[in-house]
């Protein structure tokens, strides 16, 4: 009688030799695949992508912006009349409601992902 056993996937073979470890410390998830870029190739280039994309999309003007972003100025340091600006103050309210949806973060993921397979016009 014949047993049914599943072979491992050819990821898990082709990894499972490989150093998680240098110099008997842990490395990182984006350390490991800088390590293998020779061997891997374009699966450690997406693994690279997938591991670098910014946790927020926000941009640091708009994190420390203490007025609105349609105002005339913009930029989120006052002018006063002599024409030097003050200094920016951080406002965390502000920081939470400018921080993107985790659903635009999600789509701006997939965009950058398949960047390569969007049509170019």
């Known amino acids: 009688a014949g047993t049914n056993q599943t072979s491992p996937s050819p990821l898990a073979v082709a990894t499972g030799a490989l150093p998680i470890t240098l110099n008997g410390r842990n490395l990182a998830p984006l350390q490991y ?3 293998n870029t020779v061997k891997y190739g374009l699966l450690a280039e997406i693994a690279t992508e997938l591991l670098t994309i910014p946790s927020s999309t926000v941009s640091l003007e708009r994190i420390f912006a203490t007025s609105s972003p ?3 100025n913009g930029n989120g340091a006052d002018i006063n009349n002599s024409g030097s600006t003050s200094c920016v103050t951080f406002d965390p309210i502000t920081l939470i409601k ?3 949806e985790p659903a635009r973060m999600e ?3 997939m965009l ?4 390569p397979l969007i049509p170019r016009f």
């Not at 950058?112 to 960047?115: D, G, L």
């Open 98 to 100: 400018t921080i993107d």
């Open 107 to 109: 789509r701006d993921a």
């Open 112 to 115: 950058r992902f398949n960047r």
């Open 33 to 35: 695949w800088q390590f």
């Open 70 to 72: 349609d105002a005339p």
